[in-house]
């Protein structure tokens, strides 16, 4: 086997080699089985059982207690785009939503919103180039079906450090790119989704957590599968659900636990941050994105004096086996996604190469 | 390791060894590349090539040309059943479409569709407990948006021998559970859909085939990632796809291609599935579901005296290494689900065991 790579790429993103270890020596033969959990019904017992401990394992890593139903529905954060309004739209008669836009993923959730009833974006980072999360706060209408935010933005590097206090009006958070990264009481939110691909497992999914009171609210053309009220009472299986996807988790989870749980996951990622933010704030030829009072811990960003400096800096980074550095196509210059399951030798590696560089270039 | 078993079971289902020997080889390093597929961005060239395989690959073994364009959609088969409507019912002004119901699952379909548009069932075979698929000839009204029905029918047993002509009216196919499994010239088909995990690998996509004159007729309120145009235009990446799903699928297609084609796999099918009838047409104790008429090649359903017996069968069965026997839960008695990647010698076991049973036992 060729050695694995730190790999800094956005989602999917790098799983712990421990859990791709155990993955595949169960390729074959999952438990005694016979056969892989990927070739086993989705209503069979040792499914049920991986699906069964999942909720229980996040569940005692958040503290989240029995006010939020948890499921997983299919495809990712971005059919939560569409499956927000379609359940939460109809809480008020008004059919209106406020969104918080702090990034590209901000602005196709409102986009994707307005299908589905009316929207207003009540905060906007764009003319900020949203490098910033600008302050917010307001009396909301109270008949507002709910606020929409994105807990960080793996684009820019930013990250919302307080949540707003949206009163009755139930909080949803896109936290694709940040659940289970810091200490966070999920239950303050009304709804809370996330894509699995970036600190949970591999694509395919989303993990959806919802105040109990805001089920059954769905509009009459939501389909199916994207009824939470359904995915509920299913159990995740109103279908065949990916099983692949929350098998991998479910190993996921366990680590998580096994390295002490949420709160050292963010100790580590603010220090692993941190090691990175240091290099930054001290050099002449790195140039931080991301506003320093809204710094992400999963997410640092940069760039360097022109695109060709970039480009020489991914290359030779490349050849230290440091990994998918590239920004995001929208954006440009470089973006180290440092989620849960990157080791701090890979950011140590990473701290030291920029250093280098720096030395070597200027 | 132990034994594989031979997995009989409706799906998710077996994968041949082969195919899961090589996902185990590459899962902590994929081609050299330091990281495993389920680890590397969607949009990264080694995931593009994948994609790309998967769709020649796809093409070459169907004959599929340039009228059809090609993608996965998140969900399996049953977010089709909304999909389909909602880009399907626009076709024409009065938003109808007929249903041909021979099971379960076009119950299902049916009734989703309810939401979008006005539905008609123009063959239900309930009445006959879905053991057999009526005759059905019909002048359409030509302002019929499209005609649905199911190629195979995984919880009875039977499939559609030859597919009706439904002149101008688009007729769509859920061809979840016999995709591959026999020669069909799809482009006579306006839409194709199969959720992935029977007979292409494991679950959580559907693979779609749309007739290019179906496209873009999405209505206004259908979910962004549930566009068939958009779908297209982003070639299965208007988000982060299950790469694990597709990656697998691949090397599932190669797989059948190594074995002759689809020719080859039909022509396996029909022997299979014939140990299996004969078996039971011979029998004094096994009492086939399916009309002979429309017996499947894919699912091979029978029951036995009384639920004693039948338990008894399981219960030996299983301790033969033959398993997943027992019939869908809505049905109940025995199903051999014995797709693409099932053995002919693990069928071969089967019909064995059956003999030995009966004698035993009678």
Not at 29 to 41: F, K, L, P, T, V
């Amino acid at each position: 086997m060729s050695q694995r790579v730190y790999n800094f790429g956005a989602g999917p993103a790098m799983l712990p080699t421990e859990v791709m270890e155990e993955v595949q020596q169960e390729m074959l033969d999952y438990q005694g089985h016979g056969a892989s959990i990927i070739e086993i019904s989705h209503r069979a017992p040792p499914f049920l059982e991986i699906l069964e401990e999942t909720e229980s394992i996040f569940r005692r890593l958040t503290g989240l207690g029995s006010s939020h139903v948890m499921f997983f529905m299919h495809g990712g954060a971005q059919m939560q785009f569409s499956a927000v309004p379609l359940n939460l739209m109809a809480r008020k008669e008004k059919r209106s939503a406020v969104y918080l836009i702090t990034g590209k993923w901000g602005v196709l959730a409102e986009e994707e919103a307005r299908k589905f009833g009316s929207t207003r974006v009540a905060l906007d980072g764009k003319p900020l180039g949203f490098q910033k999360i600008p302050e917010w706060e307001e009396v909301l209408d109270p008949e507002t079906s709910y606020v929409h935010l994105t807990s960080n933005n793996t684009l820019y590097g930013t990250q919302w450090q307080e949540y707003p206090d949206t009163g009755k009006v139930p909080l949803v958070s896109d936290s694709t790119s940040d659940i289970l990264s810091r200490k966070e009481d999920y239950s303050r939110f009304g709804l809370v989704y996330a894509g699995l691909q970036k600190n949970l497992g591999p694509s395919g999914l989303a993990l959806v957590l919802v105040r109990e009171d805001l089920l059954g609210l769905a509009l009459p053309q939501t389909p199916k599968l994207l009824d939470y009220q359904l995915a509920h009472e299913q159990r995740s299986l109103a279908n065949t659900t990916s099983v692949f996807s929350i098998y991998v988790t479910l190993k996921m989870l366990r680590w998580v636990e096994k390295q002490g749980g949420v709160a050292v996951m963010e100790q580590r990622n603010r220090e692993k941050s941190k090691l990175l933010y240091d290099v930054l704030d001290d050099s002449e030829l790195y140039k931080a994105v991301a506003d320093p009072e809204n710094r992400s811990i999963c997410n640092v960003t940069f760039r360097l004096d022109d695109d060709e400096m970039e480009k020489r800096f991914l290359k030779q980074s490349l050849n230290e086996g440091l990994y998918a550095l590239k920004g995001h196509r929208d954006v440009g210059g470089i973006r180290a996604s440092i989620y849960n399951s990157m080791p701090l030798e890979g950011v140590k590696a990473l701290a030291d190469f920029m250093k280098d560089f720096e030395r070597r270039e200027t």
